[in-house]
Each structure stands twice: as C-alpha cells, then as structure tokens.
C-alpha cells in the first residue's frame, strides 16, 4: 500500500511536452537529413551516408539516412518515457545512455569501408545530429519537471539568512 501512495502522491509525468519534442526533433531531423545527404552527395560528390555506397541514388540514400533518424528519435523519446515510469532519475540516465549510442554512431562510420571524407562527415552528421536530439529530450523534460518545496532549515525564502 505505501508503495502505491507513493507513486499516486508524485506529479504526473510531462510526456505533452516530451511527445511533442521527439516528434518535432524527429520530423525536423529527418528533413535537415535529408537535405544535407542531398547537398552532400550532389553538390560535393560525397558518399554521404558512407553505409549507402555509391551505386545508390541520391535520393534512395538521402530516403534511407532520413527514415533512420526519424526511426532513431522517436525510439530514443519511447525509452525517455519508459525511464520517466520507472527510473528513479530518469534525465541523467537517459542522458547517459542517448550519450553512450550517440558515441557508438559517431564511431561505427569510421570503421566502415569507403572514402575517408564520406565516413568523416557520416560521423559528424550522426554526432551533431545524436546530441542535439538527447540534449533537447533531456532539457524539455528537466523543464518540464516540477520543483520540489523550500526544504527547512535556515535558508528556506522566510528563513533567518534570506536575501533582502
């Protein structure tokens, strides 16, 4: 029973708030995506996403990188929801697991075979592009979360050692 009184006395959860920043980082990402592989590979020449090869066309390879960031965000806002049920600091360890998987697609291009300037930039998009979406989920939700009450003790706002 205590447990249940617990969870029932906590504040609901913002998942409006986190729903609508995955989806909008999603959305947003996967066009910025998009584009990018577009500009890159038809103005540069560069074989950017380094996974797609370059017997893919320009638009099958930007379709591809886009629908797997989009597929990406939206998963990486499904397991902020799943930590915000369950954990007990559910931003610092999303925090620590979007920064592990961001870390892992950055690093996984430059193992690949292909040319030096195409893995570099593969890693790069997938860098910026990681951190941007984990920093973002992580900052909506640390806003979104309410504050806990003025502890006592002296430097409460009514206490001896206030400001003022």
Avoid at 8 to 16: K, T
Avoid at 56 to 61: K, L, M, P, S
Avoid at 102 to 131: D, F, K, Q, S
Wanted: charged share 10%; proline share 7%; with cysteine.
């Amino acid at each position: 029973m205590a447990l249940h009184s617990e969870y029932s006395s906590e504040a609901a959860p913002p998942l409006r708030q986190l729903w609508w920043t995955g989806l909008s980082c999603a959305a947003g990402g996967a066009l910025l995506t998009f584009a990018a592989v577009l500009g890159l590979r038809g103005m540069f020449g560069l074989e950017v996403p380094v996974f797609a090869g370059t017997d893919v066309a320009v638009e099958g390879a930007a379709t591809s990188y886009a629908l797997c960031v989009l597929a990406g965000t939206i998963q990486g806002t499904a397991l902020m929801h799943l930590l915000l049920a369950g954990a007990a600091r559910p931003v610092r360890a999303f925090a620590f697991i979007g920064g592990f998987a961001v870390t892992l697609m950055a690093v996984l291009p430059l193992l690949l075979n292909g040319p030096l300037a195409a893995r570099l930039v593969t890693a790069g998009i997938n860098l910026a592009g990681g951190a941007a979406v984990v920093v973002l989920l992580c900052a909506v939700v640390s806003a979104s979360m309410p504050r806990p009450s003025w502890p006592d003790g002296p430097f409460r706002p009514d206490g001896p050692f206030r400001r003022g």
